[in-house]
C-alpha cells in the first residue's frame, strides 16, 4: 500500500523529531548525545520501532475470520499510528504507523498510576460498490477528545491530526474491514499521559495511538432486542465528575454492576443519577431513548451523561421523521410508562430493549420491524455504509 512504502519514516516514538535507531545487541539509541535524564533513556530503550517490512502482498481477504458470526472481540490487526507529545505544552508531532503489538510503558508513568487517559470509537465501514470506506463524523469524535483532554488537563491532537490519523490506519488494515453488511472496523483512538510522574500532577510527556479490530454487534442477542436492568446501588457518575467525558476511569467502576446484572441473564443496567435516584442516565456503554405517542425523550447531557455522535445523530433523524425530541430529565416512571425504549452509541449502533427490570418487575416494550427504533437503524446504517444519499455532509470517505 502507497500509505506505507516510503523507504524512510521518522519512529513515532521520536523525541523532537528525532528518530530513534536500532543499535548493536538490539538496544535502541537516539540519534543525538548527551540531553535527557536516565530515566527517560531506559523508557524510551523499550518503546517499539516501525516494521520497515513490505507486507503488500499478504493475503487480502482478512485471515480465516469467519465474517458471518463476527462478534464484537480483539481481532488484530496488522498497524496501529501512534504520536507523542514530548512536551505537555509542545503539541503533537507527526505521527506514523509502527506493526501493532505491545507498548511498554515506564511503572510510574501517569496513565498507569492516576488513570490520566481518553479514549474514543468509531467505525469504518465498506462501500457496497468497492469503491473505498466510510467514516462516520470522525471529526466529532475529534472534537469530543479535545473536550475529554480539557477536563483531564493533557494536551490533544487537533480535528485534522486526529481524521488523518484515523483515515491512515484504515488503509493500513483494507483487508480486515469486514464485507459490506458483515460488520465494520472498529477504531480504538487513545490519548494517554505516557510521561513518568510520581506526585499527583500533569504527565510531562503524552501519548496518541489508533488500532483497530474487525467487529461485528455488540451484544450477544445480535440484532435482538435485549433485556435491561435498573441498578439501585451502583451509580456511573456523580454531578461535577468526569461523566461527561469519555475517560478511561469511568469504565472500571461499572463492571461490577454490569456483570452482576449479566449473571441473571440482562444484557446491560441502567444506571439512575445519584442525588435523586429517580432518573435514567445511561447504560454502561450506550445512551438511552424513550418514545412515548410521538414524543422521544432522552437524558439531558448535563455533566454526568456521554454525548454521544450516535445519540446525537439519532436525534436529528428522529426529528426528520416528525417526532418531538425531549432533551432532559427522564423519570423511572417515564421508562416504564413508554411504549418503546432503545439504546444507541457507535458499538450497539441502535438496538431496542424488550425488557426493563426495576425493583423486581420486568416492563415490556414494543419491538420488531414496524417500530422507531427499526426505522431510524436502518437509515442510519444506510448512511453510514453509502447505501443512501448523506444530505447532512456526516460521511468521509477513504479512497
Known amino acids: 500500500m502507497a500509505v506505507l512504502s516510503s523507504a524512510r519514516r521518522v519512529l513515532p516514538w521520536a523525541c523532537n523529531g528525532q528518530a530513534l535507531a536500532r543499535v548493536s545487541g538490539g538496544a535502541l539509541g537516539t540519534g543525538r548525545s ?31 475470520i469467519d ?26 508531532a507527526r505521527g506514523e504507523l509502527s506493526r501493532y503489538g505491545n ?60 481524521v488523518h490519523a484515523v483515515k491512515q490506519t484504515v488503509l493500513a488494515n483494507t483487508r480486515w474491514v469486514p464485507p459490506q453488511g458483515k460488520g465494520a472496523l472498529y477504531i480504538r ?14 504527565a510531562p510527556e ?4 489508533i488500532y483497530a479490530s474487525p467487529v461485528g454487534t455488540y451484544f450477544k442477542e445480535g440484532m435482538s432486542a435485549i433485556h435491561l436492568l435498573v441498578e439501585e446501588e451502583f451509580h456511573r457518575a ?19 454492576a454490569q456483570m452482576d446484572a449479566k449473571s441473571k441473564g440482562f444484557a446491560d443496567v441502567l444506571y439512575l443519577d445519584s442525588v435523586h435516584k429517580r432518573y435514567v442516565e445511561e447504560a454502561s ?18 455533566g454526568t451523561i456521554l454525548p454521544g455522535i450516535t445519540r446525537r445523530s439519532i436525534i436529528e ?33 441502535v438496538t431496542p430493549v424488550s425488557t426493563v427490570t426495576y425493583q423486581g418487575t420486568r416492563y415490556e416494550f414494543r419491538t420488531g420491524e414496524d417500530t422507531l427504533s427499526r426505522k431510524l437503524y436502518n437509515t442510519l446504517t444506510s448512511i453510514q455504509m453509502g447505501l443512501a444519499e448523506d444530505k447532512k455532509g456526516w460521511t468521509v470517505a477513504i479512497d
Not at 70 to 92: I, K, N
Not at 189 to 202: M, V
Open 317 to 349: 433523524l428522529a426529528r426528520d421523521c416528525g417526532y418531538q425530541v425531549e432533551e432532559r430529565l427522564v423519570s423511572v416512571d417515564d421508562l416504564i410508562g413508554a411504549d418503546e425504549v432503545f439504546c444507541t452509541g457507535t458499538a450497539v449502533g
Open 285 to 302: 456503554s450506550c445512551n438511552l431513548f424513550v418514545l412515548k405517542g410521538e414524543t422521544v425523550a432522552t437524558p439531558a447531557t448535563a
Open 206 to 209: 503524552y501519548t496518541f495511538m
Open 67 to 92: 465474517w458471518d458470526n463476527l462478534g464484537f472481540g480483539l481481532t488484530p490487526t496488522d498497524y496501529m499510528y501512534v504520536m507523542r507529545c514530548p512536551q505537555a505544552d509542545g503539541g503533537f
Open 103 to 162: 507498548v511498554e510503558l515506564s511503572p510510574s508513568s501517569g496513565v498507569l498510576n492516576y488513570g490520566q487517559g481518553l479514549f474514543e470509537g468509531l467505525k469504518a465501514y465498506r462501500r457496497a460498490d468497492g469503491a473505498g470506506y466510510m467514516l462516520f463524523r470522525p471529526e466529532e469524535n475529534a472534537r469530543r477528545m479535545q473536550a475529554g483532554a480539557e477536563r483531564m488537563c493533557m494536551p490533544a491532537p487537533s480535528v485534522e491530526q486526529f
Open 189 to 202: 483512538p487513545l490519548l494517554i499521559g505516557s510521561g513518568a510522574i510520581l506526585g499527583l500532577a500533569p
Open 34 to 64: 548527551g540531553g535527557g535524564s536516565l530515566l527517560q533513556s531506559r523508557w524510551r530503550s523499550s518503546l517499539p520501532q516501525l516494521d520497515p517490512v513490505d507486507r503488500s502482498d499478504e493475503d487480502s481477504s482478512g485471515g480465516d
Open 238 to 256: 456523580m454531578p461535577g465528575g468526569t461523566g461527561g467525558v469519555k475517560t478511561i476511569t469511568n469504565y472500571a467502576p461499572v463492571l461490577k
